[in-house]
């Protein structure tokens, strides 16, 4: 099975600074992976994923994610931060489900985001 | 509107009582999942279903039940609730496997109390 390591469970930064919300992964193959995120008392929603193209990810509200083979990366980073990004931000990797039916995604532990004014 | 529901959003029970989730989606995606969210664990998935009648075990599915008779609905079933339920439930779907879109579509969460 695969796992996700998000480093860090809190990360405060001031506002305009910028971002960045580490995750590993473990994979002996390259996998699809994604930034999800979570706005308070809502479900997640998609910010961007990485499925073998290009290495260099542009997701939705300024935010993009590079895959570091080497490194077993997928960092999140988003250069100016804002009041609006304060969130839950999880990162996934796709995996082979327990039955062996199907594929679905594994979540890290998630990273809380705290924006200082 | 098109989406994929919860309900209740909010359920106080007591240890013992059954309890059932409900979730409905209008895409006709295959997919269904449910996951239940915990500080310190992040989302750890229960129960999983690729298509009508066909169901299988995630990562932590004892004390749950799941059935799905129609493509739209999947409801989770706690039989005998315990304390250690006390979640944030997350139902959602997905066209295909993540091998193929990856994209899961996430409900708004049902928030469950167990006293």
């Known amino acids: 099975a695969q796992s996700v390591t998000q480093l860090g469970s809190h990360v405060s930064v001031s506002e305009g600074a910028l971002v960045l919300l580490r995750c590993n992964y473990s994979?002996?193959?390259?996998?699809?992976l994604f930034w999800y995120v979570q706005y308070p008392n809502q479900g997640l929603q998609l910010l961007l994923k990485?499925?073998?193209?290009?290495?260099l990810v542009k997701g939705i509200n300024g935010f993009e994610a590079e895959f570091k083979k080497s490194e077993t990366s997928f960092h999140l980073t988003k250069p100016s931060a804002h009041m609006s990004d304060a969130a839950e931000y999880f990162c996934?990797?796709?995996?082979?489900?327990?039955?062996?039916?199907?594929?679905?995604?594994?979540f890290g532990k998630g990273t809380h985001l705290i924006i200082q004014p | 509107d098109a989406g994929i529901t919860q309900s209740p959003r909010y359920k106080i029970t007591e240890t013992g009582r059954q309890v059932t989730l409900m979730c409905h989606q209008t895409w006709s995606h295959s997919y269904m999942f449910w996951y239940r969210q915990d500080l310190g664990h992040g989302l750890r998935l229960i129960y999983y279903s690729a298509a009508a009648d066909i169901t299988d075990k995630g990562e932590v599915p004892d004390g749950y039940v799941v059935s799905r008779s129609k493509t739209e609905n999947f409801p989770l079933t706690l039989e005998s609730a315990t304390r250690s339920q006390t979640s944030v439930y997350f139902c959602a779907s997905s066209e295909s496997g993540a091998a193929n879109t990856g994209e899961l579509f996430f409900g708004e969460g049902s928030r469950l109390t167990v006293l």
């Open positions: 990485y499925t073998s193209a290009a290495t």
């Open positions: 996934a990797v796709s995996d082979r489900l327990s039955g062996g039916g199907a594929d679905g995604l594994t």
């Open positions: 994979s002996s193959v390259p996998p699809y």
